[in-house]
T-cell receptor
Framework: QKEVEQDPGPLSVPEGAIVSLNCTYS??????FMWYRQYSRKGPELLMY????GNKEDGRFTAQVDKSSKYISLFIRDSQPSDSATYLC???????????????FGTGTQLKVEL | SAVISQKPSRDICQRGTSLTIQCQVD?????MFWYRQQPGQSLTLIAT?????????ESGFVIDKFPISRPNLTFSTLTVSNMSPEDSSIYLC???????????FGPGTRLTVL
C-alpha cells in the first residue's frame, strides 16, 4: 500500500463547477499538508499549505485536513479553464524547521475544466 | 518565494553517457533538493544537496549514480551518470527558503535516454 493515495483522474468538469480533489494517507505521523499545481511541462507550484487538521481558504481554493480519517481535500470554486492542470498532494511528518525534509507526494490528479 | 531555474530544460542522451543538470535560485536558500518524476508516478526525492558537504541520499539512490554538488547557497548540480533508458524521467530541483516549512520547485529537466 502506498503511503499516499490519489486518484489520477482525469477529472473533467464544466467551467464554474466546484471541484473536489482528495488524497488519503496511511502514516498517522503526517502533520504538514500541501497542495501543488503542475501545468504541463512545468514544475510544481505551491498552492496551499496547512498544518494539522482544519480548513484554510485562499481565494477560490480551500484546503481541508481530516487527520482522524487520514483524508485531505482541495476544493476549487468557480473553476476556470486556467485551472486545468495536475494537482499533487504532498505531506510530511516533520516540518522543515524541525530538520525534516522529506515530502511524500501523491501521484497527482489531472483536472480539465471545459468551456 | 524563490525563483528557481534549471538547465537544460530537456535533453536526449545516449546510453552510457552522463548529463549534468544545473539549478540556480535567485536568492540564498537554506536547503536544496533533487527529485525525480516518472510518468504516472509520484515525485521521488533523490537527495538533499548540502552546502559545503556531501549530499544526503534517499534509499535506492547512490552517489556514484547521482553525484551532486552545492558550492554555495544559490546553486546546485545533479549528474546522472552512465545513463540507461530507465533513467528517462523529469528531474526537478527544489529549495526551502528561510524558516518556511515548504519547498518551491524549478521547471524541471526532461531527460530521454536512448
Amino acid at each position: 500500500q502506498k503511503e499516499v493515495e490519489q486518484d489520477p483522474g482525469p477529472l473533467s468538469v464544466p467551467e464554474g463547477a466546484i471541484v473536489s480533489l482528495n488524497c488519503t494517507y496511511s502514516n498517522s505521523a503526517f502533520q504538514y499538508f500541501m497542495w501543488y499545481r503542475q501545468y504541463s511541462r512545468k514544475g510544481p507550484e505551491l498552492l496551499m499549505y496547512t498544518y494539522s487538521s482544519g480548513n484554510k481558504e485562499d481565494g477560490r481554493f480551500t484546503a481541508q485536513v481530516d487527520k482522524s480519517s487520514k483524508y485531505i481535500s482541495l476544493f476549487i470554486r468557480d473553476s476556470q479553464p486556467s485551472d486545468s492542470a495536475t494537482y499533487l498532494c504532498a505531506m510530511s511528518a516533520v516540518g522543515l524547521t524541525g530538520g525534516g525534509n522529506k515530502l511524500t507526494f501523491g501521484t497527482g490528479t489531472q483536472l480539465k475544466v471545459e468551456l | 518565494s524563490a525563483v528557481i531555474s534549471q538547465k537544460p530544460s530537456r535533453d536526449i542522451c545516449q546510453r552510457g553517457t552522463s548529463l549534468t543538470i544545473q539549478c540556480q535560485v535567485d536568492s540564498q536558500v537554506t536547503m536544496m533538493f533533487w527529485y525525480r518524476q516518472q510518468p504516472g508516478q509520484s515525485l521521488t526525492l533523490i537527495a538533499t544537496a548540502n552546502q559545503g558537504s556531501e549530499a544526503t541520499y534517499e534509499s535506492g539512490f547512490v552517489i556514484d549514480k547521482f553525484p551532486i554538488s552545492r558550492p554555495n547557497l544559490t546553486f546546485s548540480t545533479l549528474t546522472v551518470s552512465n545513463m540507461s533508458p530507465e533513467d528517462s524521467s523529469i528531474y526537478l530541483c527544489s529549495a526551502r527558503q528561510g524558516s518556511a516549512d515548504t519547498q518551491y520547485f524549478g521547471p524541471g529537466t526532461r531527460l530521454t535516454v536512448l
